[in-house]
T-cell receptor
Framework: GAGVSQSPSNKVTEKGKDVELRCDPI?????LYWYRQRLGQGLEFLIY????????KSGLPSDRFSAERTGESVSTLTIQRTQQEDSAVYLC???????????FGPGTRLLVL | RKEVEQDPGPFNVPEGATVAFNCTYS??????FFWYRQDCRKEPKLLMS???SGNEDGRFTAQLNRASQYISLLIRDSKLSDSATYLC???????????FGAGTTVTVRA
């Protein structure tokens, strides 16, 4: 079946612009997660959704970051007024329930100039 | 202290060799454990879950030691295709959050 998909696959933007990243989870997966991975570093948890609600937003780096999920499906991660330090790969993962294995999408590579 | 710590390596081994490495976790409430594999510029992919009794999947063996709070991965008869970064992943039962280690890099040479 189809895996997790993310779009765009690559995004280059100018400092100060807003960007929106999209994640389509595996159909039927109730849990959805966003992570950030800077070059050569490990995964950094950002936020997760259980259904459409986000019980844990503790990983969001600043108030410039927000995420939403609708219809227990697609999620968008929005970064406002991007900064150069936001440059990273943003990975989305989904799981059938919060306790089960997470499957990752291919990521969106964001470069802020 | 990081929630999950791994030896970053790199572990450089010849084809056919056995390589093993550990990861330690700090949260005693952790309930599920996984090894993921990440190739360069690719997303992490599940390699195997780790069960309390230890488990084997082909050339890969995972062990869990709850008392000492560590997980191990052993790769037998290494192949060139095993070259990757291996991520230790721990799920907390408190908040169902996955914590990732920074990864152990393994390079298998011909």
């Amino acid at each position: 079946g189809a895996g997790v998909s993310q779009s765009p696959s690559n995004k280059v933007t100018e400092k100060g612009k807003d960007v929106e990243l999209r994640c389509d989870p595996i159909s039927g997966h109730t849990a959805l997660y966003w992570y950030r991975q800077r070059l050569g570093q490990g995964l950094e948890f950002l936020i997760y959704f259980q259904g459409n609600s986000a019980p844990d937003k503790s990983g969001l780096p600043s108030d410039r970051f927000s995420a939403e999920r609708t219809g227990e499906s697609v999620s968008t991660l929005t970064i406002q007024r991007t900064q150069q330090e936001d440059s990273a790969v943003y990975l989305c993962a989904s799981s059938r329930t919060v306790q089960e294995t997470q499957y990752f999408g291919p990521g969106t590579r964001l470069l802020v100039l | 202290r990081k929630e999950v710590e791994q030896d970053p390596g790199p572990f450089n081994v010849p084809e056919g060799a056995t390589v093993a490495f550990n990861c330690t976790y700090s949260n005693s409430a952790s309930q599920s454990f996984f090894w993921y594999r990440q190739d360069c510029r690719k997303e992490p992919k599940l390699l195997m879950s780790v069960y309390s009794s230890g488990n084997e999947d082909g050339r890969f063996t995972a062990q869990l030691n709850r008392a000492s709070q560590y997980i191990s991965l052993l790769i037998r008869d290494s192949k060139l295709s095993d070259s990757a970064t291996y991520l230790c992943v721990v799920l907390s039962s408190n908040d169902y959050k996955l914590s990732f280690g920074a990864g152990t890099t393994v390079t298998v040479r011909a």
